[in-house]
């Protein structure tokens, strides 16, 4: 029985918990992916993220709640959801005896694809993800970009209405990460695929995604178009490296300019009010205050500001880069500089 209308979202989740005892990994969260859009779904490890795509792609059973996957209830109809939504998670297992076209034949098998037409739609899904050369090699010799693009080849062989990828490019060299952002973009702009997303890669989520959401704690603290939320946080973040011991003098001239903000670890940051205007006042505020300045750098608000400002921290590893005096922002990203005792 179809429980829902045709004007539902292709994915929809309605105040979904899941409880391990007595932690809540998800805990309230509300969701809403349009029709042919990608959709990020970003956050730290632990935050929630693989367990709310366990939920919607009925693997794990809401502890409360509601969600609706292509229109049918995860809970109630489970099967149906299955038939209609396409999984590529980030532990997926894959038989590394079998070969490329071997696995494909068993996926159609398992959908009740037809011989002839099965045949036909593995050959496009190796061809598109760059595996015709590879098809009869076991998946033991793949590298780790290779498994995962069969992976998203298997997880397409039944045309879903909705494409569930957790996490595709964690371990990825860069090289296989640009290819496989390229292949969702097709498959989302060509095919029309509705894809959801989940990520703790900033770029990931600002480069693919129309909309994001982003979770900490199992709950949802920020939603909405990832250039939207990046204005919202208005002023650019000056981050400034100086000796532990004149943290705390640095901090005080740098309230006088902004507000203060989370960043990595040694660095201290605030967004500056006048912008770029601005930092040659704090450098003489420094200055003045007696503070040795290692490094500084101007960046433009980022998803990492949105995510810092939602959560009060920062996702582990997105600014480790500036922890290094005179390391520089990506080329039209950002300014830098450097005050006394920096490097020459």
Known sequence: MHLVTTTTPPVLAERLVRRFGDIAAVDGVDLAVQTGEIFGFLGPNGAGKSTTVRMLTTLLRPTDGRAVVAGYDVTTHPGEVRKRIGVALQDAAIDPLMTGSELLDLQAVL???????????????????????AADRRVGTYSGGMRRRLDLALALMHEPVVLFLDEPTTGLDPMSRLALWEEVRYLNKELGTTVLLTTQYLEEADQLADRIAIIDKGRIVREGVPRELKA??????????VPDDQRDRAREVLLGFGEIRPTAEGTLGVGLRDGAEAIAS?????DQAGVRLHHMELNEPSLDDVFAEATGHRLEGATSRLLEPGAGAPAGKGRRGRGRGGRK
């Open 111 to 133: 959908y009740g694809i037809e011989r002839s037409r099965a045949r036909v739609r593995a050959g496009e899904l190796l061809e598109r993800v760059g595996l015709t050369a």
């Open 232 to 241: 919202q946080v208005g002023a650019p973040t000056l981050l400034v490296s």
């Open 282 to 286: 704090v450098i003489r505020g420094l």
